[in-house]
């Protein structure tokens, strides 16, 4: 699929079929959030997915949404800004690396034809503990992967000229 055609096909799905994921077509999506760039190459990441069904049960206390479980495979975005480049001034890179691995996963997982949704409003230390995701690590983002059960609402976007400023603010 051509890149541009992609970016405007993928969409937050909000619904999915339980259909399993083919394990090398969840592989071949991953991979491509290995290949993301990181600052300084540092590769501050983990990539957790959760298929088993106890470890889904509980992860439940940590966002509700039902349509959210209905995919069968949700893989959380962690990091470990310790690991991270940071700036001279203390910015630190962490999350910014994560939105860019998960989104190389988002985009890999729509040209294999699978939805997801990028979803931040998860109750975080409740999804480390269920989790056992060590402290000094975040978990920056989850998304569900699964086949998409219905469209998505319509795309709503600025006008480009809305968006672009030329040379100065
Ligand atoms: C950083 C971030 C956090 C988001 N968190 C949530 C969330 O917690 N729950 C949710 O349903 N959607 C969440 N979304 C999805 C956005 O609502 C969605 O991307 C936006 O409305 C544009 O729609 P589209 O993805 O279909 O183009 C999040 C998106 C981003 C980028």
């Not at 890149?3 to 937050?12: A, G, N």
């Not at 495979?73 to 001034?89: F, L, M, S, T, Y």
Request: glycine content about 4%; overall charge neutral.
């Amino acid at each position: 699929m051509d890149f541009q055609e992609l970016i405007r096909i993928r969409r937050s799905i909000r619904a999915y079929r339980p259909t399993e994921v083919p394990e090398d077509v969840l592989y071949r999506v991953l991979d491509a959030g290995r290949v993301a760039p990181t600052a300084c190459n540092l590769q501050p990441f983990q990539l957790l997915v959760v298929t088993d069904p106890e470890v889904r049960a509980k992860l439940k206390a940590a966002y509700r949404s039902d349509w959210f479980w209905q995919a069968p495979v949700i893989v959380a975005g962690c990091v470990e800004p310790a690991k991270a480049w940071k700036r001279k001034d203390g910015f630190n890179a962490a999350e910014v690396d994560m939105a860019i691995v998960m989104d190389h996963i988002i985009l890999a997982a729509t040209e294999e034809g699978l939805g997801t949704c990028w979803v931040c409003a998860f109750d975080e230390p409740k999804a480390k503990e269920i989790l056992g995701v060590p402290d000094g690590v975040r978990i920056v983002a989850m998304t569900p992967m699964g086949y998409p059960a219905a469209e998505p609402v319509p795309f709503v976007r600025q006008p480009l000229r809305e968006l672009v400023r030329n040379n100065r603010w």
